[in-house]
């Protein structure tokens, strides 16, 4: 990763973490989902999410797919381009925490050391690596889209779980298999995690 140049100095705002702290009743934090296409990370985000905002906890998802139609637009999917992808997703993640919110990232991230690096980058007091371990044939099953048909056809490159590979987490902060636990419990799981950590009620 390239140095910062000498000349540039970070500048620090008189608004404090803990005045954000107060301010929207949390501490900042990002959720990071993890697992398969077709795990349910999505799904699992904006559910948690459209809970949080209902208490009113600002918060925002940062979706792998909606983040390829803008920041990410120039990366294709192999080794070197998706740890860019995570790379930049962990900056914005960072800055979004700095800024009081609390984000649900949800990407595949499928490699141990680009999710490490992920954890460096937004810290490790704020990183809650979450694994949805919902097998592969579960996932297939699923598939809406036919993604693992074409994939397994030949016709998408580089995609997870065929013709890339999946790192599972070692130690995963949490773990939920969306094969067995429907959407509203995942998503309590999920919440009662942030209540315990990270919600001020």
């Not at 970070?10 to 929207?24: A, E, K, Q």
């Not at 600002?58 to 803008?70: A, E, K, Q, T």
Request: net charge neutral; hydrophobic share 40%; aromatic share 6%.
């Amino acid at each position: 990763m390239d140095q910062v140049p000498l000349f540039l100095q970070r500048h620090n705002g008189v608004i404090t973490g803990d005045d954000r702290i107060r301010l929207f009743r949390q501490k900042p934090v990002t959720i990071w989902l993890t697992g398969l296409s077709g795990a349910g990370k999505s799904t699992l985000a904006f559910a948690l999410e459209r809970e949080l905002v209902a208490l009113g906890h600002p918060c925002y998802v940062l979706d792998g797919d909606n983040i390829r139609h803008g920041l990410t637009s120039d990366l294709g999917f192999h080794r070197d381009d998706r740890r860019e992808n995570i790379r930049r997703v962990a900056h914005v993640a960072r800055l979004m925490n700095d800024a009081g919110l609390i984000v649900i990232s949800a990407l595949i991230s499928p490699m141990h050391e680009d999710r490490v690096m992920a954890r460096e980058i937004i810290g490790h007091e704020r990183f809650v690596e979450t694994y949805l371990s919902t097998s592969i044939a579960v996932c297939a099953q699923r598939d809406p889209r036919g993604l693992y048909a074409k994939a397994r056809a030949g016709a998408i490159e580089s995609f997870t779980g065929i013709s890339a590979p999946y790192e599972v987490p070692v130690n995963p902060d949490l773990n939920i298999d969306t094969a067995d636990t429907t959407v509203s419990v995942s998503m309590a799981r999920l919440f009662a995690h942030l209540l315990d950590h990270y919600l001020i009620t």
